[in-house]
């Protein structure tokens, strides 16, 4: 799918997954959406004579939400809309580097052309400068975030984080969530916009610096010189022959030599005339080492951009999705495998593992229930065949009691074993069915229910993971939808 239709599925999720009260979608609006979009879908399908798609699917249930969210509250069209905030610093970054580089002879003499022209050197210099470090990024392991913040790269991809007033808090919610998905989730493509209008506003920059030279050229005579306090001609004429080698090898430029270089060195005077030579070995040299290679690295990362906004990388294997590809008919069911520690589940909890597994993976989802693991067991040798062969696992959630204490030798070396071992991250389901069943009405219950509870998510988030309380005697009490109420921790 493309960039514009991953935005509004990402938007959608964000705020069908927050909105588990049906505050701002009704379940009806959701059913009614679900049904028109595969109708449209299927009538799409005939008419080009194909296949249903999931993409068709999901393209007209999130318009049809879209519209409505949009005609009942008029205030977030812009954001549901969306255009980033990146189309601005794309247009006006290189501009405005234009401007400054057209300005930068403004720092000199404007009637003479300096052999030893700091500003003009600097650009060169830093250029080189940028193109090390980033063949050294490249082969850097582990070193692939790039060097744009989370801040920036939010403003490239949603723009503006400032949501209008007096929205639903459920909506509100919502938006919120989708502008951290969508800013996590569009994070490549961003880097390669910014890194794309970074390069251009570089090469837009060395290019004013060349439009200035020559413009000023016509209107007024450049002389040419040099001076130093700590360098003669000699050293002077080395250092301008590796700077300008490129542009000599290159074009069919007037060369110089050191008794040049000695006739030009100022002595209270400039040698009158004799700018232009030099106004061309910069431009050459400039154009050579800056413009050019900067304009290569702009359509390298323009065309990454472009691959990424055609076919954007969102995960339609996720439980959401999973849920939702059920009902158009041509899903697999969502499969959950459950391996309990230290916990045998009876008859009724088994029913209630179920419908655990069906509120996020949809109604034709399968349990997986494996034999429980026994406490203090090695977690090599009891984990050893949970790995990447069984593709038809959609979850593997590990689960424990809440009337359990944690321990970091037992239960956090299972977790620890089990993110590395899962070859999609796992989820953990902590049942406080057994707890709750033995405190039953007892002073006190309530809070000792509510420490036990803070005490392994506490304890989860220690070990890298997010702890989902659950009761399996009482499934509708913590309700599940999809991703938003079962966290998957991925694998370190």
Known sequence: MNEQLARDVVLVRAIESTDTGYAVLSEDDRMY???????????QAADSKSDVTFAHFLQQRSEQILKRLAERTPAVKPILKGSGGGSLL??????LALVAGALLDRIADPHRV????APLLAIIGWNLVVYLCIMIWAIIPGKKNGWAGAGMLRRISVGSATLPRKLPTALAN?????????????AKLSRARLSRTVHLAAAAFALGAIISLYARGLTSQYGAGWESTFLDAAQVHQILSVVFAPALFFFPLQGFTLADVEALRFTGATVAGSGARWVHLYAATILLLVVLPRCLLAIAYQLRA???????????????????????????????RVLPYSYTLDEARDRGLTAVATAILGEHARVM?????????????????????????????ILFSLAATPEKENHGAVLDQMRRTAPRGIAVLVDE?????????????DDRLAE???????????????????NLLEPAKYPLDADAGLAVSEAP
Not at 90 to 95: I, N, Q, S
Not at 174 to 186: H, I, K, N, P, V
Not at 370 to 397: K, Q, W
């Open 33 to 43: 959406a679900s049904r028109s979009a595969r109708e449209l879908a299927q009538w």
């Open 90 to 95: 794309a247009v006006g970054l290189p501009l």
């Open 114 to 117: 300096d052999l030893l022209s």
């Open 174 to 186: 919502g938006l919120t969530r989708f502008m951290a998905d969508w800013t996590e989730l569009s």
């Open 306 to 336: 472009s691959k990424l906004r055609r076919n954007f990388p969102l995960d339609v294997e996720q439980p959401y999705f999973r849920k939702l590809s059920a009902q158009v008919g041509n899903a697999e069911p969502g499969v959950l």
């Open 369 to 397: 229930l494996r034999p429980s693991l026994a406490y203090g067991e090695d977690p090599v040798d009891a984990l050893r065949d949970i790995g990447p062969d069984n593709t038809e696992v959609t979850i593997t959630a």
């Open 433 to 445: 069915s057994s707890l709750t069943q033995r405190a039953g009405a007892q002073p006190g219950a």
């Open 452 to 470: 036990r509870t803070a005490l392994w998510r506490q304890f989860c988030h220690f070990h890298g993971c997010s702890a989902t309380i659950v």
